[in-house]
């Protein structure tokens, strides 16, 4: 014994790491383990989440993982009792030993080892898999580990329902809705605008008449306001024009929607000893783009509806009015922006006077040309707004170029032209009517001016080549 400890140098982790390390190692090469990988299927692609299904379900992986992490214990334990035993033995050992083992690798190491037996063992080579990207990271003299990716098979819309048979990298078979085109499931021509754009809310004349006389924010449609003329709730001087604009911004905030303006209203004051009265003047802009790309409105003008003016409690020092144009069903449009530019006129009670006399001096430093002053408290816009999936309606412009079938291809273009035919439909009146489906196109799916021209011109073909086709009516082009 004293012989023993004058040889006995400091333990070692050196020791007790070799018997862990072969054991754990094991774990690639026991039967269990490649049991368990011939279980898992080769149909469709796995990601990881599955693979760890598959992992907890396999009861004889299971039992052979928890009796290896039975024997780190065991070994750890023997490990600690030899080396205080041998300790309490040497003489020169200035500190308790350390014992330290190989670090436990997490169950997660192990389903990525399973994915990169999957796909990157090709010609027994062994990569690493990366499931963002799809591919294997191979050895430098093997570039070529990576076999076969099944597809994805999943409960979304465009997911394959299973693999084909012959070529497991390439869809076999689509959800309801999708139509296999080309190994990949693709939205199939929907049965009913429904899919692409909802036109199915109407309002009574009469119910929409009340609610805009109540300016009931259920119908409201909250826009962005903006003017470098006016701030709302202060006073101005109305001798000179004044522009406004309330803006949804559709294609940044609300991509999925486009809108039906059914009413405006704005409250206006004026101090107590204003001669002017406010004439406004109105531009709607559909579908965005430039301010050349509205249309005017002609407000009393025959037949379309004139602004209604309510009476508030005045103040000491102003008058103000609700001012509330109501379009109901006949005249309602599709907006994105509407300009408001306001002039006044002077209020006479001459008969005689005809023409309107609208007041803009000429010399800005004439305080005695003041005839008062205004002030805009609100400015809304009232309707509401529809369903629109832009991503479809560009797959359904696609399968005129590029069908599934000939089928297909005819259902895409009859889809397409009973939605120019329902939009155009809501052009505002005009001695002309206005082709709003090309600005649609141009400005909300984000197309050239050169698409635009060929798909109407498609459409106008097609439509020509159609039993009792109707004869194509002539619009004005709104969007350039």
């Known amino acids: 014994m004293k012989d023993l400890r004058h040889k006995w140098k400091c333990p070692s982790a050196c020791d007790t790491r070799q018997p862990f390390i072969n054991d754990r190692d094991e774990t690639l090469t026991v039967n269990e383990f490649k049991a368990f990988l011939k279980r898992l299927p080769t149909d469709r692609f796995l990601n990881v989440s599955t693979v760890a299904k598959f992992w907890s379900a396999d009861l004889p992986l299971q039992k052979r993982y928890a009796q290896l992490e039975a024997s780190t214990v065991l070994v750890l334990g023997k490990a600690q009792k030899i ?239 609700n001012w509330t144009l109501s379009l109901g069903n006949k005249w309602k449009s599709f907006f994105e922006t509407v300009h408001i530019y306001l002039r006044s006129r002077i209020v006479t009670d001459d008969p005689t006077v005809n023409e309107t006399l609208f007041y803009e001096p000429l010399d800005l430093d004439d305080q005695t040309s003041n005839l008062g002053y ?29 069908p599934y079938t000939q089928g297909t291809q005819d259902a895409a273009f009859l889809m397409l032209l009973e939605m120019r035919d329902r939009i155009n439909r809501l052009s505002p009146p005009a001695p002309q009517p206005l082709d709003l489906f090309s600005c649609l196109l141009r400005h909300r799916l984000k197309l050239s001016a050169g698409e635009v021209a060929r798909i109407k011109d498609s459409l106008q073909i097609f439509n020509s080549k159609l039993p009792n086709a109707f004869p194509e009516p002539d619009l004005a082009q709104l969007c350039s």
């Open 83 to 321: 080396v205080r035993k041998l300790f309490t033995l040497s003489k020169r050992c200035p500190k308790q030993a350390r014992i330290s083992l190989p670090r436990e690798r997490p169950v997660g190491f192990w389903l990525g080892t399973a994915q990169s037996l999957l796909y990157c063992n090709e010609h027994g080579v062994l990569g690493t898999f990366s499931e963002e990207a799809k591919t294997c990271t191979c050895p430098v003299d093997q570039p070529t580990c990576q076999g076969a990716i099944p597809c994805v098979v999943g409960t979304s819309p465009n997911s394959c329902s299973q693999c084909a048979t012959d070529n497991a990298t390439r869809c076999g078979a689509c959800h309801q809705g999708n139509i296999l085109h080309l190994g990949s499931c693709r939205p199939s021509v929907g049965a009913s605008l429904d899919h692409y754009l909802n036109f199915d809310l109407d309002m009574p004349d009469a119910e929409v008449k009340y609610l805009l006389q109540r300016l009931d924010s259920r119908i409201e449609v909250h826009a962005i306001y903006i003017s470098n003329d006016v701030r709302l709730g202060s006073w101005f001087n109305p001798a000179w024009r004044k522009r406004m604009l309330l803006t949804l911004k559709s294609n940044k905030n609300k991509s999925n929607l486009i809108h039906m303006l059914m009413g405006i209203s704005f409250q206006i004051c004026s101090t107590k000893n204003s001669t002017l009265e406010p004439v406004p003047v109105i531009y709607v802009n559909p579908f965005g783009g430039s301010h050349s790309e509205s249309w005017f409105m002609p407000v009393n003008q025959p037949e379309f509806p004139e602004w209604e003016r309510t009476r508030l409690d005045s103040t000491p020092n102003a008058q103000c009015y």
């Open 374 to 402: 205004m002030k805009i408290n609100t400015l809304k816009v009232f309707g509401y707004s529809m369903h629109f999936d832009p991503e479809s309606i560009k797959d359904l412009i696609l399968q005129l170029d590029y």
